[in-house]
């Protein structure tokens, strides 16, 4: 039975076989998984972040085009396409994963330096807040030397003010004391006020009839006359000379020059400057009493002497 | 010779040519066992969830080509268990991508809430600041 059916079986198996290797030199899915991979290669997420898997894929993928240039089993060549799409899957899935991870790195590195900026902020702020406070302290306590030195040239003033009126009062005082002092000169000299000055009048008692010679008691008004011109310097004294109308006018003329003359002499003895003493000789001319009787005459005879203000005026008749 | 008995006789001889050809397979063993692995692998990272179809397919796959090595078909268990193993692979870096991508997101959304916070923050104090 055997030899008389080898041929044709032979020639079956042989088509089988035959038949098993007849497919077209195309793939459908091996070419899908070559687009894959090239979709794969063009996206830098996957190209970069994925190499090692990409590798793999493209060595499937040469698998598979050597399985399908063999002429085998259109199972086997889509079995092996069907590696290798998985794998370029696989890549992409892995440069997916290795982006995620790079962006959670930049995220974490964001936000660090967003909360750094952050407290830098804060800090800056707080440095600014400060050196205003400082700048406020500081103002203050200028304000506050200034109010106390203030406070001290106020109290220097008033102590300088008080000291002043403190001499005021002195020289207030000092003054009085001397305007008493010279009232009570003037009121022992029996000096009176006259619209010329004050004039002290010497008498008739004080000179001996028809002479010039002072008698004691002429001398010691002539002492209380020259020590108040001592004491102030810078008032003068005229002195004239008047006699009643006794006698002729030339005889009175020259007798009330003499005792007017006695009296400077009298002063100048006592240390008075003479440019400070002038004399006068009025004779009968103005006489302060009537002449026709005895008291009057007497009293006409006299010595006027008018004493200067403080600046050494005096008023002419 | 009928032919009803030629036809058997050539269906039993080209069997026997093709079995023959094939039948040179070892047992895949190894490619099981890593196929096995890398499922369990893809398991624990959660693929089952977040990559639920390409795990299907691994599961699958692997559970037919148990079958073949238990009928001694070791071509076809070899074939499945390659299969087997890059679907579980695919499924377990979806996975992980899924993961990392949320982790992104979430930590993007959380920076832009911080900077929005930061800014009117900055905006509050910057009125009464100098300029």
Same mark, same amino acid.
Request: aromatic share 2%; hydrophobic share 40%; charged share 25%.
């Given at each position: 039975?055997?030899?008389?059916?080898?041929?044709p079986?032979?020639?079956?198996?042989?088509?089988?076989?035959?038949?098993?290797?007849?497919?077209?030199?195309?793939?459908?899915?091996?070419?899908?998984?070559?687009?894959? =991979?090239?979709?794969? *290669?063009?996206? +830098?997420?996957?190209?970069?972040g994925?190499?090692?898997?990409?590798?793999?894929a493209?060595?499937?993928?040469?698998?598979a085009?050597?399985?399908?240039?063999?002429?085998?089993?259109?199972?086997?060549?889509?079995?092996?396409?069907y590696?290798?799409?998985?794998?370029?899957?696989?890549?992409?899935?892995?440069?997916?994963q290795?982006?995620?991870?790079?962006?959670?790195?930049?995220?974490?590195?964001?936000?660090?330096?967003a909360?750094?900026?952050?407290?830098?902020?804060?800090?800056?702020?707080?440095?600014?807040? %400060? %050196?205003?406070? *400082?700048?406020?302290?500081?103002?203050?306590?200028?304000?506050?030397?200034?109010?106390?030195?203030?406070?001290?040239?106020?109290?220097?003033? /008033?102590?300088?003010?008080?000291?002043?009126?403190?001499?005021?009062?002195?020289? /207030?005082?000092?003054a009085?004391?001397?305007?008493?002092?010279?009232?009570?000169?003037?009121?022992?000299?029996?000096a009176k006020?006259?619209?010329?000055?004050?004039?002290? /009048?010497?008498?008739?008692?004080?000179?001996?009839?028809? $002479? %010039?010679?002072?008698?004691?008691?002429g001398?010691?008004?002539?002492?209380k006359?020259?020590?108040?011109?001592?004491?102030?310097?810078?008032?003068?004294?005229?002195?004239?000379?008047?006699?009643?109308?006794?006698?002729?006018?030339?005889?009175?003329?020259?007798?009330?020059?003499?005792?007017?003359?006695?009296?400077?002499?009298?002063?100048?003895?006592?240390?008075?400057?003479?440019? $400070?003493?002038?004399?006068?000789? =009025?004779?009968?001319? =103005? +006489?302060?009493?009537?002449?026709?009787?005895?008291?009057?005459?007497?009293?006409?005879?006299?010595?006027?002497?008018?004493?200067?203000?403080?600046?050494?005026?005096?008023?002419?008749? | 010779? @009928?032919?009803?008995?030629?036809?058997?006789?050539?269906?039993? #001889? &080209?069997?026997?040519?093709?079995?023959?050809?094939?039948?040179?397979?070892?047992?895949?063993?190894a490619?099981?066992?890593?196929?096995?692995?890398?499922?369990?692998?893809?398991? &624990?990272? #959660? &693929?089952?969830?977040?990559?639920?179809?390409?795990?299907?397919?691994?599961?699958?796959?692997? @559970?037919?080509?148990?079958?073949a090595?238990?009928?001694? @078909?070791?071509?076809?268990?070899?074939?499945?268990?390659?299969?087997?193993?890059?679907?579980?692979?695919?499924?377990?870096?979806?996975?992980? !991508?899924?993961?990392?991508?949320?982790?992104?997101?979430?930590?993007?959304?959380?920076?832009?809430?911080? !900077?929005?916070?930061?800014?009117?923050k900055?905006?509050?104090?910057?009125?009464? &600041?100098?300029?």
């Amino acid at each position: 039975m055997k030899t008389r059916h080898l041929l044709p079986m032979t020639m079956l198996a042989l088509a089988v076989v035959a038949g098993c290797s007849s497919v077209p030199l195309n793939n459908a899915n091996l070419d899908a998984a070559h687009n894959d =991979y090239r979709v794969a *290669q063009n996206n +830098p997420q996957t190209r970069d972040g994925a190499p090692v898997e990409m590798k793999q894929a493209a060595d499937a993928l040469a698998l598979a085009d050597a399985s399908l240039a063999r002429r085998d089993r259109m199972a086997e060549v889509d079995h092996l396409a069907y590696l290798a799409k998985s794998r370029v899957a696989l890549a992409q899935e892995v440069g997916r994963q290795k982006a995620a991870e790079v962006a959670v790195t930049e995220a974490n590195a964001a936000r660090d330096k967003a909360r750094l900026a952050a407290r830098t902020d804060e800090a800056d702020a707080a440095q600014r807040n %400060a %050196a205003s406070s *400082q700048r406020q302290a500081d103002a203050s306590q200028a304000q506050s030397e200034a109010s106390q030195r203030q406070a001290a040239n106020a109290r220097q003033q /008033t102590a300088a003010a008080q000291q002043q009126a403190a001499m005021s009062q002195q020289q /207030t005082n000092d003054a009085n004391v001397r305007a008493m002092q010279l009232e009570e000169q003037l009121k022992e000299m029996n000096a009176k006020k006259t619209d010329r000055g004050m004039v002290v /009048t010497m008498g008739d008692v004080l000179f001996d009839t028809n $002479r %010039a010679e002072l008698k004691s008691g002429g001398l010691r008004n002539v002492e209380k006359l020259g020590g108040f011109l001592k004491q102030y310097p810078q008032r003068k004294a005229l002195i004239e000379g008047f006699t009643d109308s006794t006698g002729s006018d030339g005889t009175n003329q020259a007798l009330s020059g003499r005792r007017a003359d006695a009296v400077r002499t009298a002063l100048v003895g006592m240390g008075v400057g003479s440019e $400070r003493l002038a004399t006068h000789a =009025y004779g009968e001319a =103005y +006489p302060i009493a009537g002449n026709d009787s005895a008291d009057g005459r007497q009293l006409n005879r006299r010595v006027e002497i008018v004493l200067s203000d403080d600046s050494g005026n005096i008023l002419p008749r | 010779m @009928d032919i009803s008995c030629k036809r058997r006789l050539a269906l039993i #001889g &080209a069997a026997s040519i093709l079995l023959a050809a094939c039948a040179s397979t070892p047992p895949p063993t190894a490619q099981v066992a890593v196929s096995t692995a890398a499922v369990a692998h893809a398991t &624990a990272a #959660g &693929a089952p969830a977040l990559a639920p179809m390409e795990m299907r397919s691994a599961r699958d796959k692997l @559970d037919r080509a148990n079958a073949a090595m238990a009928s001694k @078909d070791y071509d076809r268990a070899l074939t499945l268990a390659q299969e087997a193993q890059v679907d579980a692979q695919l499924a377990e870096a979806k996975a992980e !991508s899924n993961k990392a991508g949320k982790a992104a997101a979430e930590l993007q959304e959380a920076s832009r809430v911080l !900077s929005e916070e930061m800014a009117r923050k900055s905006q509050a104090p910057g009125r009464q &600041a100098p300029k």
